[in-house]
Structures are given as structure tokens and as C-alpha cells.
Nanobody
Framework: QVQLVESGGGLVQAGGSLRLSCVAS????????MCWYRQAPGKHRELVAG???????NYADSVKGRFTISRDNAKNTVYLQMNSLKPEDTAVYYCNADVQVSPNYVNDYWGQGTQVTVSS
């Protein structure tokens, strides 16, 4: 079994910054892709940023230039540095990972989510 635990959410004023962390633990052979999604009230869950094990990153257009995803493979941890936050960034942020739990089996896991609220 694999668990993802997020931390770092909270309340911040517009223009401020927050740093989210997500630690994966359990029966992990390797982690291929780690990413962050978010879901605002009444909206679909959307991909915010992703990071492959090889170092490639991708971002939603709405966060490019403001958010930075990084990863510590040795610690099975992914981070999301969020700068210049806007009220429209308010959402529950979820960590997601494609985890290889054995040489021949990959499974997809989600964290429990962390609330980010940006006040105007």
C-alpha cells in the first residue's frame, strides 16, 4: 500500500506565496510521475503541474510563470511553490503519483488534499 500526504496549504492574501509538499510512503519500487491537481467549488479537477522522474515538467497555462514544481526523488517528495497567488487559485490541491509498486505493476494514488484559500 502507498500513501500520499500533502501539507502546506492555508490562507494567504492575494500576491502572497505558499509552498505545498507531498510525501509518498509505503511499498514503492519507483515513482514515475508526480503531479498536483486542484479542484475549486463547482469546478472539475484540473492538472496544475507535473514532474517526471527524469526531470521534465509541465504546467497549466493559468499558473505558468507563477508556480514551480520540484521533486526530491530520494525522499519521494514533490513540492509546489506558488507565488503571486490570485483569488482564482483558491481550491483544494491534490497530489497524485504513478507509483511502480513492483517491476511489473504501476498504480495511481491520490493524497487527501490540502485547502488553499487566497483572499482578495
Amino acid at each position: 500500500q502507498v500513501q500520499l500526504v500533502e501539507s502546506g496549504g492555508g490562507l494567504v492574501q492575494a500576491g502572497g506565496s505558499l509552498r505545498l509538499s507531498c510525501v509518498a510512503s509505503g511499498s514503492i519500487f519507483s515513482i514515475n510521475y508526480m503531479c498536483w491537481y486542484r479542484q475549486a467549488p463547482g469546478k472539475h479537477r484540473e492538472l496544475v503541474a507535473g514532474h517526471t522522474s527524469g526531470g521534465s515538467t509541465n504546467y497549466a497555462d493559468s499558473v505558468k510563470g507563477r508556480f514551480t514544481i520540484s521533486r526530491d526523488n530520494a525522499k519521494n517528495t514533490v513540492y509546489l511553490q506558488m507565488n503571486s497567488l490570485k483569488p482564482e487559485d483558491t481550491a483544494v490541491y491534490y497530489c497524485n503519483a504513478d507509483v511502480q509498486v513492483s517491476p511489473n505493476y504501476v498504480n495511481d494514488y491520490w493524497g487527501q488534499g490540502t485547502q488553499v484559500t487566497v483572499s482578495s
